[in-house]
Structure formats: C-alpha cells, structure tokens
C-alpha cells in the first residue's frame, strides 16, 4: 500500500537520491515539517552523503532532539549520540538548522549593502524592521532565499526545505518574483521621486494629496528613505530573485505536496499539484500523512463489529466469567465494535478522497495514523520506513 | 463565564491550521443568529472555506444573507479602502484615480499593517455602528492573528499624523473593550495546536489589547470504557478472549480488537495534551469542548452539529 502500482513504479528513495532539493509543501497542520525531517533522517541513514533539513517552525520536541533550539539560524549536525539512542547506524552525516525570518534578512542586507553606512541605516529602519518582521511574504521570500544560498555553498548532497505556513500554498513560489517586481516598481519611483528632487510632475499631484491625506507626509518621508536605502541594493537583490526562481524551476529540485485525507487538505494538494505542473516545477511525491489502517475497511470483521455493536449481550454471554462481570463485558463488547464503525466512517471518507485524487504524480506514499507524537529521531527514522517503503 | 461569549460583540476566531477553525467560527454565527442576535460572519482568506460551511455560494464585500439574521461577507481590503474614503472623504477625485489595486498592492506591501487595519477597522467599524449584534470573524492561523489585532498600535508607531492616526484611536478603544471584543481560540488536543496556542495567550497579552474569551477544544475523541472496563479490555485481547470472542461473533475479531486499541491509545495522547493545556491556563477561561464528529467534517450538517455541542457548553 506504500505506492500507486498502476505507474511506473518510483520510490521516496529513487527520488531522493536523484535529488538535491526536496521542498514539501501542503497545508497547515498536516505535517510538512514532520515529514520533512523523517525524509532527511531517511536520506542520511540509507543514502549517506551530507544532509540538511532546513524547517521553519518545528514542534519544540522535535526541534530540541535535532538540537534546533540550540543553534537556530546557524547550521549544525544532529549528534551521532541522537541517532545511537534511537539505535540507528547513519550512513551519512544529518544536518539541521531553523530559519530565522529576521537573522536571514540581516544576513540579505549584510550582503548587499554597498557601504557600512548604509548597511546600519538600513538595519535601524523602523520600517525595516517592520518590513522583515510581520510582512508574511518575507517569510515565504527568505525562506527561498536561504535555500539558495545553502545549496550554492555546495556543502549538502541534499537539502531537504518544508515551507512557512502561508495562506496560500504558493505564494513562496511566486515570492522571488514578487520580491524583484515589488523593488523595480514604477510606482516606488513615483512615490520616492517627489524626495529625490523638488521636481513633481502636476499629472501625479492628486495622488501625493491624497497618500498625504491618509497617512500624513513624515510617513511618506519614511518610506522614501527606507527605499532610497534599499534601491542601493536594489541590482543584487533582483539578481538573486531571479538565481532562487531558477534553482527552483531546476530539474534537480522537487516538490513533495503533503496532505492528510480530509478534504479541505486534499483540495488544496490538488491545487497545488495542478498549479506545480502549470510552472513547470517537478512534483516529485505526495505523501499522505496521518492515514488511517486499511482494517477498518475490511467486510468481515465489518460484519464482526456489527454484532457486537447490535447483539451486545448475546457475545458477552459468550465470553470467559474470569474477564469481568457480565454487565461490564456488555458494555465493553458494545464499545468496541461501535468504535470500529465509528472510524470505519472514517476510514471510508479517507478512501473516497483519495479516490478523487486525480493528479496523482509516480510516487504516492501513505503513512498511517501513529498513535503517539514524533518528537526524537526514533520516531522520524519510524515514520520514515513508512515513506521508503 | 463562557455563556457570556456570545454577549460580545466582536469575535475572533483563530487557531492553528487544520484544527477546525472555520467550523467553528461558523458553528458560534450560527448559533448567535439562532439566539435573534443579528450576526455577520466575515472570512478573511478568501478561501471560501466559509461558504462550503454554509453550503452556498462565494461571497464578496457585500454581505449576503445566508440564514435567518446572519450574514456572510468575505474580507477584501482594497474594497474595504474604497468604501472607506467614499464614506470618510467624499474623495470625487478617487474616480479619477481609475483602478486603485497596483497601486494599493504596492501601498499595503511597502506599509506594513495596512491591509490589517483595513480588515481591522472594516470589522470594528460595522460593530461601533450597531449594524450587527454580534461579528464573528474566522480570522487569520495563529501565525499571523497577533499582527493583525496589534495593527492599530502599530500604526501609531510608524505614522504621527494623518487620517489614518485618527482612525485608530477609537478602533484600539474598541479593540480593548472586553465586554465587546474578544478572541477565540481553537486547539485540536495534539502537541502542536496546543503549543501554539499557549504560545499565543502569551503574545495576545503581551502585544495586543483584545481579551481572551474562551479555548474550543475541537476533535475530543470519546472516553471508550469506564472505569474497571480497560482491564477487562486488555484481558479480552488475550488469546483465550480472543478466541471466546472468535467463537461468540463468528469472524476475524483481531482488526476490530487493533481499531478500539488505535481507538484507546490516540484518547490517551490527546488526553496529555489536553492536560497540558488545561494546566496552562488561568483558570477562570472558559474551556469548549466539541466532540470528534465521525460522521461529516464539512457542510451545514457539520456547522450545527458543533453549533449545538458549543450551545451546550454555553450553558443555552
């Protein structure tokens, strides 16, 4: 049941290994991040090679068994110790780091700042800070920034990335591009011009009255400033836009969309398969995660579960005295079997949807519902045997 | 007290992705319009989640009814910018202007806070008028609530003068009322959503003025036995009550004895979490519990199966 058989057949581990990027996407709460993790533990521990699982926001357990916590922004390798109590020989080398939104945008302006003098302006920017801090697509944008500039180190056979949390599945995609669009903007220089030169054009008055109206002219000073500041960077800045659009446009990236079998999820993975194909971005795998065991579909004990559901008393009657009193077995034979029907449900609601999945790429992989949190290398290195399988 | 939820005005509804969120800031509309209060609920996405919930049609800016005494809108701020300088400036000039929206892109991205006090302001306005009794907002995923309620102080920061400055005061006012408005957020009794969510009691009260009004805990999975009866569970899955119970149903009796394990075991992990939660919070916040619907997760049915679990909890 590990993948569709129909296609030609391709494994988490053929994919993982023709690689070098492997980005998850999906929405929220249906475990990206987990599975990013289980993914890049899988690669180090049967590939080898140099692997990074570079993730947004972990849960703190999980952060804190990869050492996460620890080290933040800054790469760093998981401690073999980590993997001998899980009981795991890795072949290679699992390296981990968190992203930092406002550390990566420092680093970004660090970089392409032309003078320490602007450098420091830019980074004392109310705005600025503003700007890094809670604008959300600077998450999506950083997020593609600092994967680019970890792969063009050239320090990792694989970097394994999961993506923020956006309100849209795409918008990191479409970030970079939005990223060189939003500082080549002809209405920027419009709105900085009137602070470049005394010069206004009479065409654009009306505007400046009212952007002044609304938000008052020490505002409009501020944000001239910031931008002059940032225009200095401005020719790196859409370069790189464009170096993060190609390495993930490259066929040695892939993307692997993420779902549980609930709908809402499912509709959103569909979206996002349609849409990865309709740029031309490889789909490399979905994962299904959170999977409920295909037991629950099975006709005969169905057929099990109803009698005791319905003829309670009669199957108690059935049963050894030495397991209880007869009114507790009754009560504990009828839970049972209605507890089998009730995520029988479920279980068919599941399967339904994954029915309707109709773009489906060569490499489906299901992992069940664990019945316990993931939170230490043994249960990434378990969730992941699921996915290699 | 948790009845008096519904007494305010002006809701938030936020939670962590994929734990409910939606059908819940549904299910509390829906019972605020069952209860002759005159209820808008506003979606904020734009995913239109919302709508599938009330099995009708998308919805724009103008609010359309849905049901008796409740109204559906879904958020869009450059609407929202419009309606506000046609009411505020009387701008003719804005016609002129033409298309406001790569301009207003380009505004709301370079100025942060914009577009929330847009959503914001919209939202506070409609209760400061009295146009509604009750607001219900599914508002954004715990990631990004805290920016958009802290909006109005944020724009204090960062522009002195203006028509703009003007608006916040009073909208902070409101914001800050807590026998007006209030936040609502949903948790799913697993490790993340309740992480997140005491990591956003923290931040709501360190970095905005909105009040806490209760915790819905979603998706609570149901006690299977009683007291007594998991031991006489276990003993049953020994071989001998396997095979009696074999012998008594006359079929395969390990899948359905595995999925009431599952079954158990998934109760018993949640259970931790939602004691973890319990143990976090001031003890005087109303706590919901809505059970895990087996039957339908989405759709009408759905909204006022969670409708009523609240209405029980809310003591109506």
Redesign the interface.
């Given at each position: 049941m590990a993948r569709s058989s129909q296609k030609r057949p391709g494994t988490i581990e053929q994919l993982l290994a023709a690689k070098e990027i492997v980005v998850t996407c999906g929405s929220g709460g249906v475990g990206k991040t987990t599975t990013a993790a289980a993914l890049g533990t899988m690669a180090a521990v049967h590939l080898g090679g140099k692997v990074l699982v570079l993730t947004v926001d972990p849960a703190r357990r999980l952060a804190n068994a990869m050492g996460m916590e620890e080290f933040g922004n800054v790469e760093h390798r998981v401690d073999a110790a980590a993997f001998g109590a899980a009981g795991i020989e890795p072949r290679g080398e699992l390296w981990a780091a968190m992203l930092d939104t406002k550390a990566s945008w420092d680093d970004l302006v660090r970089r392409h700042a032309p003078d320490d003098a602007t450098r420091d302006a830019i980074l004392e920017n109310p705005l600025y800070q503003n700007v890094t801090g809670k604008f959300v697509q600077s998450h999506d944008y950083i997020a593609m920034e600092r994967l680019y500039e970890i792969h063009h180190t050239g320090a990792y056979d694989l970097i394994v990335v999961d993506t923020p949390p956006t309100r849209n599945a795409l918008d990191f995609l479409e970030a970079p591009d939005r990223m060189a669009e939003f500082f080549s903007s002809r209405f920027l220089r419009l709105l900085i011009a009137p602070y470049r030169s005394r010069l206004v054009n009479m065409a654009s008055r009306p505007f400046y009255q009212i952007a002044d109206r609304i938000l008052g002219s020490k505002f409009l000073e501020d944000i001239a400033e910031f931008f002059i500041l940032f225009q200095s960077m401005y020719d790196g800045f859409v370069e790189r836009a464009r170096a993060v659009t190609r390495v993930l446009e490259d066929r040695r990236t892939t993307f692997v969309v993420v779902s549980t079998l609930e709908a809402a999820p499912v509709r959103e993975a569909e979206f996002f398969m349609e849409a990865l194909s309709g740029k031309k971005l490889h789909l490399g795998a979905l994962v299904l995660n959170k999977v409920l065991p295909d037991y629950l579909l099975d006709e005969q004990a169905t057929a099990v579960a109803r009698t005791m559901a319905g003829e309670p008393s009669r199957v108690a009657a059935g049963l050894p005295d030495a397991l209880g009193d007869e009114k507790s077995r009754e009560r504990v034979v009828a839970e049972v079997g209605e507890s089998f029907l009730n995520f029988q449900v479920v279980a068919k609601r599941e399967a339904e949807q994954r029915a309707e999945l109709a773009v489906a790429p060569d490499v489906v992989a299901s992992v069940p519902y664990f019945d316990t949190d993931i939170f230490d290398l043994a249960g990434l290195a378990r969730l992941g045997e699921q996915l290699w399988s | 007290m948790a009845g008096g939820l519904l007494d305010r005005r002006l809701v938030f509804v936020t939670g962590?992705?994929?734990?409910g969120k939606t059908t819940v800031a549904a299910a509390l509309a829906t019972l605020g319009a069952q209860h002759g209060k005159r209820t808008l609920v506003c979606d904020i996405?734009a995913?239109g989640?919302l709508a599938r919930f009330f099995e009708t049609d998308p919805v724009g800016f103008d609010p359309r009814v849905v049901q008796p005494n409740l109204e559906l809108m879904s958020m869009d701020t450059e609407a929202s910018l419009k309606e506000y300088?046609s009411l505020q400036?009387k701008?003719p000039?804005l016609a002129?202007?033409g298309p406001l929206a790569?301009?207003f892109d380009?505004?709301a991205?370079?100025?942060?806070?914009v577009k929330e006090i847009l959503t914001v302001g919209k939202l506070a306005w409609e209760v400061r008028e009295g146009h509604y009794d009750l607001v219900v907002v599914d508002a954004?995923?715990t990631?990004?609530i805290v920016?958009q309620l802290s909006a109005p102080q944020?724009i204090n920061?960062?522009?002195?003068?203006?028509?703009?400055?003007e608006q916040t005061g009073w909208m902070i006012d409101l914001l800050g009322d807590a026998a007006t408005t209030g936040v609502v957020i949903v948790a799913a009794p697993?490790?993340?959503?309740v992480?997140e969510t005491l990591e956003l009691i923290e931040r709501l009260r360190s970095e905005t003025v909105v009040d806490l009004a209760a915790i819905v805990v979603n998706r609570v999975l149901p006690e299977?036995?009683?007291r007594?009866?998991e031991?006489?569970?276990e003993?049953?899955c020994e071989p001998?009550?396997v095979a009696?119970?074999t012998?008594?149903?006359?079929?395969?009796?390990?899948?359905?004895?595995?999925?009431?394990r599952?079954?158990v075991?998934?109760r018993r992990?949640r259970a931790g979490h939602l004691g973890r939660l319990r143990d976090n919070v001031d003890a005087h916040l109303p706590l919901l519990y809505v059970p895990y619907l087996?039957?339908r997760?989405?759709g009408l049915r759905a909204t006022h199966q969670v409708a009523e679990a609240l209405g029980a909890e809310l003591g109506f």
């Open positions: - | 962590k992705g994929g734990v996405d995913k989640d300088l400036l701008l000039l002129r202007l790569r301009t380009w505004v991205t370079a100025a942060p806070g954004p995923a990631g990004h920016g944020g920061e960062l522009v002195h003068v203006g028509l703009v400055r697993e490790e993340m959503p992480t299977l036995f009683g007594g009866e031991e006489l569970f003993r049953l001998e009550g009696a119970l012998e008594a149903t006359g079929g395969p009796v390990e899948p359905v004895l595995d999925a009431a599952l079954a075991t998934l992990t087996f039957t997760t989405h």
